[in-house]
């Protein structure tokens, strides 16, 4: 497939799903087939990968937080960013947020809110639940490309952050190989032998005066 291809994919229930690529994988969901394909084409153009799907519950199901164990084939693939419509039937981009959020495996992914409605309360209560971003509808080529810079010099930071503290661990561990491991040190016990055998033997002198004096007392 050439790169940049649009790669269809069947799932079951309907439902439109796709994917791109490569760099960045991006799940985008909106309930409007034409919202969908707007955000999809902007995401292409700038090299990310995509997978579109049109409600909440297909992106839980997608990432394998339905609790359905038949869920997507393609939720082992890593996704960096999910961008979400806040008005959808059913599970609203609020309530995907929160979902996102609460599971230990998917909160660190950064969440982008998408509507058509400027209502500061609800740019607020999202911003304060973790969303990474809010953005206003029609979303720009501008707006995706800001986004995409960010997340990589997050990922980037990120990398930087893991190789310092391996290139540490290596250190220590190559400090820890090359220091001299200290020479045991003899035990009293044997150097008060050897000193007391040295000591008691008698020399060849010692033993011609003993010789003598024992000679003088016959």
């Not at 999809?40 to 359905?68: H, M, P």
């Amino acid at each position: 497939m050439a790169v940049g291809e649009v790669m269809r994919m069947e799932i079951p229930s309907g439902g439109d799903m796709s994917v791109t690529s490569p760099e960045l994988h991006v799940l985008a969901v909106d309930d409007s087939i034409v919202d969908r394909k707007v955000i999809e084409r902007l995401l292409r153009i700038s090299a990310c990968k995509v997978t579109t799907v049109e409600s909440g519950a297909r992106a839980l199901q997608y990432l394998g937080l339905d609790g359905d164990k038949g869920a997507s084939g393609l939720k082992d693939l890593k996704v960096n960013l999910i961008v979400t419509d806040y008005s959808m039937p059913g599970l609203t981009g609020y309530d995907l947020l929160k979902k996102i959020k609460e599971s230990s495996v998917f909160r660190e992914i950064p969440v982008v809110i998408m509507s058509s409605e400027n209502i500061l309360p609800r740019i607020e209560q999202c911003l304060r639940e973790g969303a990474e971003d809010f953005l206003l509808k029609p979303v720009k080529l501008a707006d995706v490309k800001r986004i995409k810079e960010l997340i990589m010099r997050n990922e980037a930071e990120d990398c930087k952050t893991l190789s310092h503290s391996n290139k540490r661990k290596l250190a220590e561990y190559i400090d820890d190989a090359s220091s001299p491991s200290p020479s045991p040190s003899p035990s009293p016990s044997s150097s008060t032998h050897d000193d007391s055998s040295a000591k008691d033997f008698p020399s060849s002198k010692q033993m011609k005066s003993a010789d003598e004096k024992f000679s003088s007392l016959l």
